[in-house]
T-cell receptor
Framework: QKEVEQNSGPLSVPEGAIASLNCTYS??????FFWYRQYSGKSPELIMS????GDKEDGRFTAQLNKASQYVSLLIRDSQPSDSATYLC???????????FGGGTRLMVKP | GAVVSQHPSRVICKSGTSVKIECRSL??????MFWYRQFPKKSLMLMAT?????????EQGVEKDKFLINHASLTLSTLTVTSAHPEDSSFYIC??????????????FGPGTRLTVL
């Protein structure tokens, strides 16, 4: 079982819709959770971090964390074609330093 | 804020030469930096963890004598690919974990270095 799992996609949504990206993790002691966006040929860009259960909103992005169920999700409201990218879920392991990445979900927003 | 630079962005070299890649955190201190490589359409692969003032920790299967890492200051880490071969051609990305300020514990990536070994 992979430590951080994501559906590879592609997830296709129409412009203006809500895109929902999900991630599960296996290390119950994980404390920090991050979402990165990576455009093709570019390096990952941090878009959200979340540390406690519940929702965290930043503009069109909402991260949701449920430690009991060991999942973290990212909602993108009013999806735009420019949101088309691969979204990487990352979890900080118990050692505190290293991020463990999921394989990424490719999102396609169609005009 | 939280900008990480990487230099060079692209390098083409002949087989057998060594290539040095620099990673700098421009507006924050990073006691820990990480080096990744990524092949086309594949996931990030962590190569090593670089700690300021101490030896790097390499992931299993990564040759420490081939990929030399130096983390000489709180804002600079370097990766040297020694005696590069065509199979070393890849996208090398560094990241820096902020050890201060509002972005404490967050990890920011450099723009990457695309290495092509002929």
């Amino acid at each position: 079982q992979k430590e951080v799992e994501q559906n590879s996609g592609p997830l296709s949504v129409p412009e203006g819709a809500i895109a929902s990206l999900n991630c599960t993790y296996s290390d119950r002691g994980s404390q920090s959770f991050f979402w990165y966006r990576q455009y093709s040929g570019k390096s990952p860009e941090l878009i959200m971090s979340i540390y406690s259960n519940g929702d965290k909103e930043d503009g069109r992005f909402t991260a949701q964390l449920n430690k009991a169920s060991q999942y973290v999700s990212l909602l993108i409201r009013d999806s735009q074609p420019s949101d088309s990218a691969t979204y990487l879920c990352a979890v900080n392991n118990n050692a505190g330093n290293m991020l463990t990445f999921g394989g990424g979900t490719r999102l396609m927003v169609k005009p | 804020g939280a900008v990480v630079s990487q230099h060079p962005s692209r390098v083409i070299c002949k087989s057998g030469t060594s290539v040095k890649i620099e990673c700098r955190s421009l507006d924050f201190q990073a006691t820990t930096m990480f080096w990744y490589r990524q092949f086309p359409k594949k996931s990030l692969m962590l190569m090593a963890t670089s700690n300021e003032g101490s030896k790097a920790t390499y992931e299993q299967g990564v040759e420490k004598d081939k990929f030399l890492i130096n983390h000489a200051s709180l804002t600079l880490s370097t990766l040297t690919v020694t005696s590069a071969h065509p199979e070393d051609s890849s996208f090398y990305i560094c990241s820096a974990r902020s050890s201060t300020g509002e972005s404490y514990n967050e990890q920011f990536f450099g723009p990457g270095t695309r290495l092509t070994v002929l």
